[in-house]
């Protein structure tokens, strides 16, 4: 069964949306975020897909994907295995944000454990330009899991 507070889960997803949507002036301070964002969990049997449309303050839309093939076209995905995801989440919870060990940042810099991917380079350079933002975004775990 999932909720809220399980990830990954569309509704686990949402509820990063609605901690967004209620932080707006942190966002604000960092400027509109305007991208489609794939976050794949890889595993042995498979990946997991979730799409998320984020524009301007916040989360136009999100989706399972069955496959890449079903993200739109300007989309950067970031993939890892659900191990290295469950741990970044897990750090978030546990200190109410990463540490810097933990951030995505520092897990895609050297595409090691994190790699991010997409159509073109445009598409990756997005990932980086609004990365503060997506982490922004991520943290909210924090709040999710205090709920």
Not at 103 to 112: A, E, H, K
Request: glycine letters at 4%.
């Amino acid at each position: 069964m999932t909720d809220a507070t399980t990830f990954p889960s569309e509704a686990w997803f949402t509820s990063l949306a609605d901690v967004m949507k209620q932080e707006r002036g942190a966002y604000e301070s960092l400027g509109s975020t305007d991208c489609t964002m794939v976050v794949q969990l890889d595993e042995a049997e498979g990946a997991d897909l979730f799409e998320l449309v984020f524009e301007s303050y916040g989360v136009e839309s999100i989706r399972c994907l069955k496959s890449i093939d079903e993200a739109a076209p300007d989309h950067f995905v970031v993939k890892a295995s659900r191990a290295v995801w469950q741990e970044m989440i897990d750090n978030i919870i546990s200190n109410g944000h990463p540490d810097l060990e933990h951030t995505l940042n520092f897990l895609t810099f050297p595409d090691d454990p994190m790699v991010v991917e997409g159509p073109d380079q445009l598409q990756i350079d997005a990932f980086f330009r609004y990365n503060q933002s997506l982490q922004l975004f991520f943290n909210g775990a924090a709040k999710v899991a205090a709920a």
